[in-house]
């Protein structure tokens, strides 16, 4: 099934998303197809994505949050949803520890840079081992409304390019990397320890859409044959 028939056939609500977002769900979703998984979306508005994600994964349960208390009429079978803010750590943790750990979690809620970092900073370190964390809407970081700005530090554009830099950061630390010092520097705005980014596979970026993977490899093994 395409995540586009998972739509058409979903029971509840409706749903707004960019058009490309359904090739880049099928893509990188294809492997947890069938699997009974957990899967966390931030951002519930119509409720029409809860109930497509229970189309397009028939054994998982499905939790949702939001900040508006009358997305609670979505609740059903196998969907949850916890009413708070995506800028609450506690919050979060909470809702983790109450149904967790995540395979999947979606951030599709507030689109604000704060939103953005704070929610993936606290559940990022939180999703099972090879689990799958998509940040939707990115290009809010470009709008001054978001608190976006081309060229601030401070967005979850900013935040995914000091990933590229801190899955590479063994080569930064090498003795050849003679700009270690500068880019260093760069990494230091969104304060993040160089270990949380051991558990960081890779990540796939698309038009507006991030999906970053969590597994534990060792990235500066050279195998010789």
């Known amino acids: 099934m395409k995540l586009i028939d998972a739509v058409k056939q979903k029971k509840k609500g409706r749903i707004r998303k960019l058009a490309n977002y359904f090739g880049e769900y099928d893509l990188m979703f294809e492997k947890y197809k069938n699997r009974q998984l957990r899967l966390l979306e931030i951002g519930i508005q119509g ?70 970092i704070i929610t993936f900073k606290t559940l990022f370190p939180l999703l099972k081992e090879g689990g799958i964390y998509v940040i939707e809407d990115l290009h809010t970081s470009y709008w001054y409304e978001f608190g976006g700005k081309r060229g601030r530090s401070y967005t979850a554009i900013s935040l995914i390019k000091k990933i590229i830099d801190g899955i590479h950061l063994w080569a930064i630390q090498s003795p050849r990397a003679s700009l270690f010092n500068k880019v260093k520097n760069k990494i230091k705005p969104l304060q993040i320890k160089p270990s949380f980014y051991d558990n960081i596979r890779g990540m796939y970026v698309a038009d507006s859409i991030a999906f970053i993977l969590k597994e534990t490899i060792k990235k500066d093994e050279m195998i010789k044959l």
């Open 47 to 116: 409720g029409g994505s809860l109930y497509t994600w229970k189309e397009f994964f028939p054994q998982a349960k499905i939790i949702g949050i939001d900040i508006d208390e009358s997305c609670k009429q979505y609740e059903g079978e196998n969907v949850k949803i916890y009413i708070g803010s995506q800028e609450d750590g506690d919050f979060l943790k909470m809702v983790e520890k109450n149904e967790g750990p995540f395979d999947i979690v979606i951030d599709d809620g507030g689109h604000t840079m704060k939103q953005q």
